[in-house]
Each structure stands twice: as C-alpha cells, then as structure tokens.
C-alpha cells in the first residue's frame, strides 16, 4: 500500500507577535498508553515492564527521542519522531505483552501548538480558569483542562513555552481563537 503523504491540520498556518506566537509542531507522531485495571501496583508494573517510571499526575518524562505525559489516571501520551510509531508501538506492545494495557497511535487525530512568548500566561488565562502561574504550571508539568471551551493538554515547556494538544478537528478554531484572544500583544 502506497504512503500518503502528511497533511497537517493547519497547513503551515500560524502567527507571531511581539509578545505572543502560535505554530503547529508537526515532526510529533503520537500514541497513547492506557491501564483499566487499576489495582494496587498496576502503574509499577507497567513501569517495570518499559524499564522507566512513567509520570505520575502533572508530570513528564523524557527518555531519548521520546517524551512521556500524564494525561489522565492510568493514561500516558507518548510523542516520537513522526514516521516511527508504527516501531514505538511494536516495541511497546513487546514490552507489555500479557499486562492489561492498550496502546494506539493518535498522531492522525491530534494537532500539537507550540505557544511562546512573554505573553503566554495572560493569554492562556483567558481561556481557562486553570491556574498557568508559573508557580504552579512550572517547566516539565502538565496538565489536562477545557481551553476556549475545548478539551486539551498543555504541557510547560522552558522559558515562556508550551505546547497544546488538542482534536485535530478543532485546531483551526483554537488558532482563531488565540488571534482574537492575543489582539493586545
């Protein structure tokens, strides 16, 4: 079966401001880790099986070219280099081979933002009501909230960075929202 070449959700579209830019990330392919039984060490041994401590609630990892998220109890997002999750999730699947666990590639179904700029805080208040303060959203920390009314994960990243996951069928709508939203910037 022949290759069909990426199309990204927003095709090269995004803005920079003096004090706050969007641009879509678009060399992150994407799969996603989850546990239903979660019983008493069900998380340490998922840990033990990948030979890395998975992140706990808010946290991430890097492991090489690899970074893992929290997204929800028993859930995981994992980004690799576009083109090698079909071989992230076979050496996955090795690995956790009679563990209940389920891991799916979502690299299709999701657009990734990078947001920078001193700006960046002020604008991601108004649209959400969690708390983007440095103290407590600090670099390496994630979290899963509705922004502008949408379901997303935002992860810090260093200096005035960080990245938003969302559906890729809203990512037109959160660019247009985050031009309206950053006018005064």
């Not at 401590?53 to 929290?70: N, T, V, Y």
């Not at 708390?131 to 600090?138: E, K, L, R």
Request: hydrophobic share 45%; glycine share 10%; aromatic share 6%.
């Amino acid at each position: 079966m022949a290759e069909l070449p990426a199309i990204t959700a927003l095709q090269g579209k995004g803005f920079s401001r003096a004090r706050f830019s969007v641009r879509e990330i678009n060399n992150c392919g994407l799969i996603r880790l989850q546990t239903f039984h979660r019983k008493a060490g069900q998380v340490d041994n998922l840990s033990m099986q990948l030979g890395l401590a998975l992140p706990g609630p808010g946290a991430m990892l890097a492991d090489g070219e690899q970074q893992l998220f929290w997204s929800a109890p028993g859930e995981w997002v994992i980004a690799v280099p576009r083109g090698s999750e079909r071989a992230a999730l076979m050496e996955l699947q090795s690995k956790l081979d009679g563990l209940l666990a389920v891991q799916s590639v979502m690299t299709d179904s999701r657009v990734v933002l990078q947001l920078g700029g001193q700006q960046l805080r002020a604008v991601l208040a108004r649209g959400s009501s969690a708390d983007v303060h440095p103290t407590s959203f600090a670099e390496g920390r994630c979290l899963t909230t509705r922004f502008a009314g949408v379901p997303v994960m935002l992860v810090a990243l260093p200096g005035e960075e960080c990245l938003l996951f969302a559906d890729r069928s809203v990512a037109a709508y959160l660019l247009d929202w985050f031009e309206a939203a950053s006018r005064d910037c």
